[in-house]
């Protein structure tokens, strides 16, 4: 017998936005503690492993709760198990870049996920992409060379797997819009997450190294703070519009900075700084325009909550 569903919430503006910003000051502490057990030796995939199990059961009884037991059966289980795949490779590539690189510099090019989505949803979702758009890809992708700054620095991996998670994530909320509407956002959460720890169970079964009770708090730390992080977001999103909520998703940045630079002593130049406002600025007028073109927002923001 399961239990009834969360009853239906009344819109309020200002109680949304809190929700929002609130999952945006938690989810940077989701990378402080990827980045320390990376110091750790230990291997990425068992991070990966690590998240998406433990998030996939503590999230069930969210599921079961707000959705009912029958949601936890996957209506359409080869669509979970591809966005599975990209958001395992999401997270392993951004997962990977923190081994080179600060958690700030890293997200700053993580944002370019917004501007492959615009890229690839004619593709993708067959949608048609007007000519503003297109010019908000571009000086995008200028913002992103900025940061970068190709001849001007040496690059390090962490570029190369930061643009990678990008362009994954990217690749999983298409998929992510294209099932729109056949199931809530935590219960697709869900799927998607149980997917992944079938993937990865196998996987990580190659460079299993035991971790120790230390490692073992913080693989569960890792996923309660995704958990927490994704289940703000849901309840934000009933409380007030997606599109005014998504572009709030860019503060994440802000309290990446503070917690790059608390624990790891890592903060980013000027430089990066300007990028990044060029890169959020275009990622807000695509998000415009496709609120006026009438185009179905993505209730999730550019983060790696999956």
């Not at 009344?10 to 503690?33: H, Q």
């Not at 199990?53 to 959705?67: G, H, I, N, R, S």
């Not at 591809?82 to 890293?106: C, D, P, Y």
Request: hydrophobic share 60%; proline share 7%; net charge positive.
């Amino acid at each position: 017998m399961s239990s009834a569903p969360f009853p239906a919430t009344t819109p309020n503006t200002l109680l949304g936005i809190a929700l929002m910003i609130a999952a945006m000051i938690v989810l940077p502490f989701l990378d402080v503690v990827a980045k320390f057990l990376g110091q750790q030796n230990v291997p990425i995939i068992e991070i990966v492993w690590a998240r998406l199990f433990f998030a996939m059961v503590m999230t069930a009884p969210l599921v079961w709760k707000m959705d009912g037991a029958r949601s936890l059966i996957p209506r359409r289980p080869g669509v979970h198990l591809i966005r599975a795949v990209f958001l395992m490779a999401a997270t392993t590539l951004f997962f990977w870049a923190l081994k080179f690189q600060g958690i700030a510099e890293t997200l700053a090019i993580f944002f370019v996920q917004p501007l492959v989505i615009t890229m690839l949803s004619p593709v993708v979702l067959g949608e048609k992409v007007g000519l503003r758009r297109w010019l908000a890809v571009a000086v995008g992708f200028m913002g992103t060379l900025i940061i970068i700054r190709p001849g001007f620095q040496s690059l390090n991996p962490g570029v190369f797997m930061a643009l990678g998670a990008g362009t994954s994530l990217a690749l999983y909320m298409l998929l992510t819009r294209r099932i729109a509407g056949s199931a809530s956002a935590m219960t697709t959460t869900f799927l998607t997450s149980l997917a992944g720890a079938v993937l990865t169970s196998i996987a990580v079964v190659f460079v299993w190294q035991a971790p120790t009770p230390q490692q073992w708090g913080l693989f569960l730390l890792l996923a309660f703070i995704a958990t927490a992080g994704h289940y703000l977001i849901v309840r934000a999103y009933d409380y007030a519009e997606a599109s005014l909520l998504a572009p709030l998703g860019y503060t994440e940045m802000i309290m990446a900075v503070v917690v790059g630079w608390y624990f790891f002593g890592d903060f980013p130049d000027i430089w990066t700084f300007v990028g990044v406002g060029i890169l959020i600025a275009c990622a807000i007028y695509i998000s415009y325009r496709e609120r006026v073109r009438h185009v179905p927002p993505l209730e999730t923001p550019p983060t790696m909550i999956g």
